[in-house]
């Protein structure tokens, strides 16, 4: 979950990259329009399904109920819903997620976790994207992990490019291990 | 309206700084939590309110309704309303205003306009914001002109740095324009 433009198909596009030899991936893609986004993750040859919400501006489990016969679960290790690009409705709305991960990114500024606290507490993960810009912003890093961990206590928090592939690892690790404990 | 984070607020200082000698202008701040964009506001001394929706993902009438008695319209040039930062549900929800003003930025990606038609029908104006960081970007600023005028052919588009203040000038000019027309 991110506000629009932060990075969310980039992340799935680096993480199917490095990961598909070892986890059999497959994705959602959620927007209100176009079959951009799963258009990009098909290039990799994993199953995809977009949904068009049209005019809402979430995901909802009826929604993703809806194209669930189109994976097979046994041969899933790794499920991934992107959602409709939005920093408050889809917090709203449980899709039968194990976890939830919220990204932010450097240019839009430091102060997103206080101002839209609902998302942030409901995340296992936050994801700050784009540091490769972070020469020409006044993010303070420091700032927005304080203000999540005050908002949830329990986040991890990765900092990364999807640009540039810095600080993935720590991201592919987290995934290889919530995928290990579910076996 | 825009997403978290595209520069509503950076927008309104460029522009109260630039035209509080000749416009007088009063704002409603609109946000989930925190007076954070009103505080930013009030340091121009101008009429200020800020609306938290809590929960709520965008402003409506009602909200607004509800705190306009805190202003002097006959001593009002130009309000402005910052709805919360969201790309999607804003524009289902009329406010009694003449013009909505649409901001995307550079770092957000250039395919914003068909992901998320709606807001972009319902604009007079499309402000694309972060030119400053275009050389860092792949953002194509034709396409997304061109994506913009398919789905609403009167919108006037202007490129702006609230950075750096380009572009600034016809934006100024524009909301001259329209408060002349309206007197
Ligand atoms: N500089 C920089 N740009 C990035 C990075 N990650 C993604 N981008 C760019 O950000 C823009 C948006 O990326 P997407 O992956 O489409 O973002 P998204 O969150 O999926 O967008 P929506 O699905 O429309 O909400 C694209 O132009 C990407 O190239 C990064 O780490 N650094
Ligand atoms: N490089 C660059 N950064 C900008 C520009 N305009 C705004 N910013 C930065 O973008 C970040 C967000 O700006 P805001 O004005 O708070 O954005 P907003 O749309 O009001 O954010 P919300 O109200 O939280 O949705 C801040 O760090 C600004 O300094 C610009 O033209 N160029
Ligand atoms: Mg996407
Ligand atoms: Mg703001
Ligand atoms: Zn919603
Ligand atoms: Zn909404």
Same mark, same amino acid.
């Given at each position: %979950? ?6 969310? #198909?980039?992340?799935?596009?680096? #993480? ?7 986890? &059999? ?8 329009? #176009? !079959? ?12 995809? !399904?977009?949904?068009?919400t049209?005019?809402a501006?979430h995901l909802d489990a009826n929604m993703v109920d ?6 097979? /679960?046994?041969? #899933? ?6 959602? +409709? ?8 709305f449980d899709l ?5 991960? +919220? %990204?932010?990114?450097? $240019?839009?500024?430091?102060?997103? $976790?206080? &101002? ?8 296992? +993960? +936050?994801? *700050?994207?784009? *540091?490769?810009?972070?020469?020409? !912003?006044? /993010?303070?890093?420091? @700032?927005?992990? &304080? ?16 640009? !540039? ?16 404990? @579910?076996?």
């Amino acid at each position: %979950m991110s506000s629009p433009g932060s990075g969310k #198909t980039s992340l799935l596009e680096r #993480t199917i990259d490095s990961l598909k030899n070892e986890l &059999k991936i497959a994705v959602i893609e959620g927007d209100l329009q #176009t !079959t951009n986004d799963a258009e990009r993750i098909e290039k990799y040859n994993i199953p995809v !399904t977009q949904i068009n919400t049209d005019g809402a501006c979430h995901l909802d489990a009826n929604m993703v109920d809806g194209v669930l016969n189109n994976y097979n /679960f046994k041969e #899933t290790d790794l499920f991934v819903i992107e959602n +409709v690009g939005n920093l408050v409705c889809p917090a709203g709305f449980d899709l039968g997620e194990d976890d939830r991960v +919220v %990204m932010v990114s450097i $240019p839009e500024g430091d102060d997103k $976790p206080i &101002k839209y606290p609902v998302i942030f507490r409901k995340a296992s +993960v +936050v994801l *700050i994207n784009k *540091i490769d810009l972070l020469a020409y !912003t006044n /993010f303070n890093i420091a @700032k927005t992990k &304080k203000d999540s961990l005050n908002i949830n206590p329990n986040l991890k928090i990765f900092e990364i490019s999807c640009k !540039t592939g810095e600080g993935l690892d720590s991201w592919f690790d987290w995934l290889r291990e919530q995928v290990r404990k @579910k076996r």
